[in-house]
Nanobody
Framework: VQLQASGGGLVQAGGSLRLSCVASGRTFSGVGWFRQAPGKEREFVAAISRSGGVTYYADSVKGRFTISRDNAENTVYLQMNSLKPEDTAVYYC?????????????????WGQGTLVTVSS
């Protein structure tokens, strides 16, 4: 089982990035994105159910980020718009065998390696 996150980079405040998470090895129920800024705890960003019909967002990203998935490609996306310097972090995708406890790291069984997003002011 592998999760491969990509799409990070350097962007100016107000800009956009799209992160991708490709899953291989099995079909997952829920997939989430978390982020960890330097010196801070890893925090929940967004999650999506297997069908894509249910999504959750952290308050800090609501209205700016959109999570989606393409099950045919086993890929989950995180479209990030109106980026702010405080969005700077390493972003991790995670997948779970069941879609529960989506806001918690404990709700996920597998983790990708992370991709760095840097937003300059």
């Amino acid at each position: 089982v592998q999760l491969q996150a990509s799409g990070g980079g350097l962007v100016q405040a107000g800009g956009s990035l799209r992160l991708s998470c490709v899953a291989s090895g099995r079909t997952f129920s829920g997939v989430g994105w978390f982020r960890q800024a330097p010196g801070k705890e890893r925090e929940f960003v967004a999650a999506i159910s297997r069908s894509g019909g249910v999504t959750y967002y952290a308050d800090s990203v609501k209205g700016r980020f959109t999570i989606s998935r393409d099950n045919a490609e086993n890929t989950v996306y995180l479209q990030m718009n109106s980026l702010k310097p405080e969005d700077t972090a390493v972003y991790y995708c995670a997948a779970g065998r069941v879609f529960s406890s989506v806001y918690s790291r404990e709700g996920y069984d597998y983790w990708g390696q992370g991709t760095l997003v840097t937003v300059s002011s």
